[in-house]
């Protein structure tokens, strides 16, 4: 049994010290052992013969922090890796929209809102509530449009059937879609009409038609003696509605038609208008 007991610490050995993690023995080396006094070298396990040593120099450490957070080393990560092994060309390419980025960044994020704020607006405009499409308004009633003004006594062609006489109005049609006649009538019992255009005929927005009334009494005893306020009843149709209209043409009418009438139904109506 040999005297000599466990190495203590400070008889010409020093303690490793672990709390740098790169301080270590490395795989392969004996902790704690020296090769003597005032050796600064470390004990390795032999190499198997042919095995080339190697040797680990202080820039190979691999510092905490040396690696970036991305996965590639370098302190600026994928830029950085890219730029150390790429050509100049792609690296120029790579590094020009960071440097322009950085160098105009507030510009760019004021245009950036600018055009989102734009893209919004145009959103919220195309897509705002409207209100809905009024219909086209319905054309007037045909009454509405027409007017039937009295021009006066017309003389009825030589050979006309005793106790006939004629008159002479205006028919016009303000506005709207055309406006046809289908009918011209009077209110007494003993006397016929017809007209000139004989109805129907039609009549457009904006013009006129003369139209000779033409009467005949039939009966002396079913016509009035005097017409205090004769009228006319036209049937009327344009695209909304058929109508009956009577159009009252006024003191003039009512004064020739009332002498017609008498000179009509006189001993001496066979010389009324009749040549």
Request: glycine share 10%; with cysteine.
């Amino acid at each position: 049994m040999s005297g000599v007991g466990p190495v203590e610490p400070g008889e010409g050995t020093h303690a490793w010290d672990t709390s740098d993690p790169h301080d270590a023995p490395a795989p392969g080396e004996v902790p704690g052992s020296t090769l003597g006094a005032g050796t600064a070298g470390r004990d390795r396990t032999p190499a198997a013969p042919g095995t080339p040593a190697t040797h680990r120099s202080p820039g190979s450490r691999q510092f905490p922090g040396s690696r970036h957070p991305d996965g590639f080393p370098g302190p600026r990560g994928f830029l950085g890796f890219l730029g150390a092994s790429a050509p100049s060309p792609l690296r120029r390419l790579l590094r020009r929209p960071a440097r322009l980025y950085a160098a105009h960044r507030r510009a760019a994020l004021a245009a950036l809102c600018a055009a989102l704020l734009l893209a919004g607006g145009g959103y919220l405009y195309a897509t705002r509530p409207r209100p809905p499409e009024q219909a086209a308004p319905a054309p007037p009633f045909p009454s509405q449009v027409v007017d039937v003004s009295y021009l006066g006594e017309v003389l009825v062609p030589p050979g006309t059937r005793p106790r006939t006489f004629a008159f002479e109005v205006l028919l016009g049609v303000e506005s709207g879609p055309p406006v046809t006649v289908t009918r011209v009538t009077q209110p007494y019992a003993g006397i016929s009409l017809t007209s000139a255009p004989r109805a129907p005929f039609r009549t457009k927005a904006g013009s006129a038609h003369k139209v000779v009334i033409t009467m005949r009494v039939t009966e002396c005893g079913k016509a009035p003696k005097d017409a205090g306020l004769p009228f006319i009843d036209v049937t009327l149709r344009n695209a909304r509605a058929i109508q009956v209209h009577s159009f009252i043409l006024g003191t003039r009418y009512a004064h020739d038609l009332s002498e017609a009438l008498q000179v009509a139904c006189s001993n001496d109506s066979g010389h009324y208008q009749n040549a």
